[in-house]
């Protein structure tokens, strides 16, 4: 009995690390928005697919003027939505942790396109 015990215990501690472990994978891929809103970006890849990526307050959103933008809103006390700084036809970089159904945007680094 106490053999069943300790292997529960240490299944306990080891699952989450486990799952942290996988969750933390980053894929990358590249491609051309296809449509943006304020919690999403989907973008046509280089292969043709569309991906449809979650975006939050976590997401590192990179682009030429975006800081700059970010810091003259955060002086203002607002935020600058998503939608200001990526526009359809913007080729992008995508970093992000494949979570099943959902595939949670980590990075989206604008590469071109006007802002």
């Known amino acids: 009995m106490k053999r069943f015990v300790g292997i529960g215990i240490v299944a306990l501690f ?3 690390f486990a799952a942290a472990a996988l969750a933390a994978d980053t894929v ?6 296809s ?12 292969d043709n697919q569309e991906m449809t990526f979650a975006i939050d307050d976590k997401t590192k959103i990179i682009a030429r003027g ?3 933008m970010i810091k003259k809103a955060k002086k203002e ?18 970093k992000y942790h494949d979570m099943g ?3 949670h945007a980590a990075e989206v680094r604008k590469v071109s396109g006007k802002m």
Not at 35 to 46: F, G, R, Y
């Open 35 to 46: 449509a943006v809103a304020a919690d999403s970006v989907t973008i046509k890849t280089d």
């Open 28 to 33: 990358k891929t590249n491609g051309t928005i």
């Open 66 to 68: 975006a800081s700059t």
């Open 14 to 16: 080891v699952a989450p």
């Open 77 to 94: 006390g607002k935020a600058v939505p998503v939608t200001d700084i990526l526009k359809v036809d913007d080729k992008v970089q995508v």
């Open 101 to 103: 159904e959902t595939k």
